[in-house]
């Protein structure tokens, strides 16, 4: 599986394009904003677009969703159906961020710890990790060892819990159950910053270190 990271909006969201080699079918996780440079992306490496999937609901990961799954008439994947007050938040989230207004949409298909996604012959496996917010996925490529974690963990940080339904706790109980198991070799694209391993953030990161 080869990737692309594409930062969006004022945010700087790293919103991913992951490309099945074998086949060139792909998909986009956290479409955010800023249309015109994925798709510039994609047209760069010849992919086909299988789907849009979702970590959680955050304006900065979802605002271009529907305007690229309508364009490509693909489904909308994830995240858990606990984020669904954020999606359906939208225009609200629009307005407080100053972003121009998004179409809204509901996702094809919700989803839950220990399922599975695939675009081409690639698959990756869901992990549902509260916190940041209450319906946030992580997608895991076991083959690479690469995880997309969205604003769960950063480089040196981890995602803000003071938004409604966050909880600093069980953000840091879906880091260390959920992500470290899977081992300190594992590279993750987070949804800002530069990438990391789960091993550094074990040893340097004062939120999760151990
Ligand atoms: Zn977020
Ligand atoms: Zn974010």
């Keep these: 599986m080869k990737y692309r990271i594409i930062p969006v909006t004022a945010f700087q969201q790293n919103c991913s394009l992951l490309i099945c080699e074998r086949t060139g079918k792909a998909a986009v996780v956290d479409p955010g904003g800023d249309v015109d440079l994925i798709l510039d992306a994609v047209k760069q490496e010849k992919a086909v677009l299988e789907s849009v999937l979702l970590t959680h609901g955050h304006l900065d990961h979802i605002g271009g969703t529907y305007e690229l799954a309508s364009l490509f008439d693909i489904p909308i994947i994830g995240p858990h159906r606990d984020d669904q007050f954020w999606i359906d938040a939208i225009a609200a989230q629009c ?10 949409f509901t996702p094809t298909r919700w989803l839950a710890h220990g399922d599975k996604v695939s675009f081409g012959e690639e698959m990756l496996e869901v992990l549902h990790c509260p916190g940041h ?14 995880a997309i974690v969205g604003d ?7 995602g803000r819990t003071d938004f409604p339904k966050g909880d600093f706790h069980t953000l840091i109980s879906s880091i260390k159950n959920n992500l470290w198991p899977l081992g300190e070799q594992v590279a993750f694209i987070p949804g800002h910053g530069p990438m990391s391993t789960f091993g550094e953030e074990m040893r340097h990161n004062p939120y999760v270190g151990i």
């Design 95 to 104: 307005q407080t961020f100053g972003f121009p207004v998004c179409h809204e």
């Design 133 to 146: 917010t209450p319906g946030h996925v992580v997608f895991y490529h076991r083959q690479s060892q690469l």
């Design 152 to 158: 769960v963990l950063f480089r040196g940080s981890i």
